[in-house]
C-alpha cells in the first residue's frame, strides 16, 4: 500500500468503518511507516482537540434572553397564524 | 402461506414524541426542543458565520422558521437533523450577506491549498493541552478552523464537533455520502496541518519538562 492510498482511506479508518481486509492492510502499513502513522495519531488528535474544545459555548443569560426572544416570537407568529382546522 | 412483512410498530422517539405535541400547538414541547438543541445551533451558527450577532440572529431565525414549518416536517429524519438544515441555510446566508465578494456554496467543489503528502511528521508531544493554557489553545483552535473554506468548515463542525453520523450530515446539508466524506478528509488534513505549526514548533523549542 502506498501513502497516498492510506491516506484516502484515513478518514475511514478513524471512522472504523472498513471492512476487516481493508483495515488490517491500514494497519500493515502503519506498522512500518513512521510518517502515515504520525499523520494518523495527529489527526486523530485534531479532531479530539476539536471535540472537546468547547469552542462557542453559549453563555446562560444569552441563553435566555434567546429562548425567550424565540418564544415570544413564536406565539406572535400562531397569533397571526390561528390553526385552519 | 403468503409471506407478509410484519407490520413493525417503530417505537417513538421522545424527541419526536415533543414534536408532535408541538405540531399539535403545544408551545412548552416546542420550548423544550430549543431548550435541547439552541446550544448545538448557536455553535454550529458561530462556526459558519465567524460572527457573534449573526450566530445569534441563526438562533431565532432558525427555530423561528423550524416552528412556522413544523407542519411540513415529514417525520423522516430526525427533528434535529431537519433543524440542522433549517440553520445550516440560514448561517451561510448570513455569510453571503457579509461576504459577498466570495460565492459561499456548499455544492461547489472546494480548491485545497494542498492535497499532497503531509511533509512535516514529527508527532504533538507534548500532547497541545499541556503546552498551551486554556485561553491560547482555544484561540490557536478558532483562528484556524477560521481559516478553513466554508464548505470544509461546516462538513468538520457537524461531523466531527457535533457528532452527526455521515449520513445525518450528508441529509442536513444535501449532499452525498461521498461529497461528505471527501470534504471531511480535507478538513481534516488540512487543520491537522495548519495546528502542526503550532504544536510542533513549541515542542521543538521547549526542550524538556
Not at chain 1, 491516506?7 to 502515515?36: F, I, P, Q, S
Request: proline fraction near 4%; glycine fraction near 2%.
Amino acid at each position: 500500500m502506498k501513502c497516498s492510498e492510506f491516506l484516502n482511506e484515513l478518514t475511514n479508518y478513524l471512522d472504523g468503518v472498513l471492512d476487516a481486509r481493508t483495515k488490517t492492510e491500514l494497519d500493515d502499513h502503519l506498522a512500518w511507516c513512521h510518517n502515515c502513522y504520525v499523520v494518523c495519531d495527529t489527526t486523530r488528535k485534531t479532531i479530539e482537540i476539536y471535540r472537546d474544545s468547547e469552542l462557542y459555548e453559549l453563555p446562560d443569560d444569552l441563553r435566555t434572553r434567546l429562548r425567550s426572544a424565540i418564544m415570544s416570537k413564536c406565539s406572535e407568529h400562531k397569533k397571526s397564524n390561528p390553526p385552519s382546522s | 402461506m403468503s409471506t407478509i412483512q410484519p407490520n413493525i410498530e417503530q417505537p417513538v422517539s421522545e424527541e419526536m414524541q415533543l414534536v408532535r405535541r408541538a405540531k399539535r400547538g403545544d408551545d412548552t414541547a416546542f420550548e423544550e426542543l430549543v431548550r435541547r438543541y439552541d446550544r448545538n445551533v448557536f455553535r454550529i451558527a458561530q462556526h459558519i458565520t465567524q460572527n457573534r450577532e449573526d450566530a445569534e440572529d441563526v438562533v431565532q431565525e432558525a427555530f423561528l422558521k423550524a416552528y412556522g414549518n413544523l407542519a411540513k416536517f415529514q417525520e423522516q429524519s430526525k427533528f434535529y437533523t431537519w433543524l440542522v438544515r433549517i440553520a445550516v441555510n440560514e448561517a451561510l446566508m448570513k455569510l453571503r450577506r457579509r461576504k459577498p465578494e466570495r460565492t459561499v456554496s456548499l455544492d461547489e467543489e472546494v480548491k485545497t491549498e494542498d492535497d499532497s503528502l503531509p511533509r512535516e511528521v514529527a508527532d504533538w508531544s507534548p500532547n497541545p493541552e499541556q503546552m498551551y493554557n486554556q485561553a491560547e489553545l482555544r484561540d490557536i483552535l478558532t483562528r484556524t478552523i477560521q481559516g478553513l473554506p466554508a464548505g470544509f468548515r461546516t462538513v468538520f463542525v457537524l461531523r466531527d464537533v457535533e457528532g452527526l453520523s455521515t449520513e445525518e450530515t450528508a441529509d442536513a446539508l444535501e449532499l452525498s455520502i461521498p461529497a461528505v466524506k471527501s470534504r471531511l478528509l480535507r478538513a481534516r488534513l488540512q487543520l491537522r496541518e495548519r495546528l502542526n505549526r503550532f504544536f510542533q514548533k513549541k515542542a521543538s523549542g521547549d526542550g524538556d519538562q
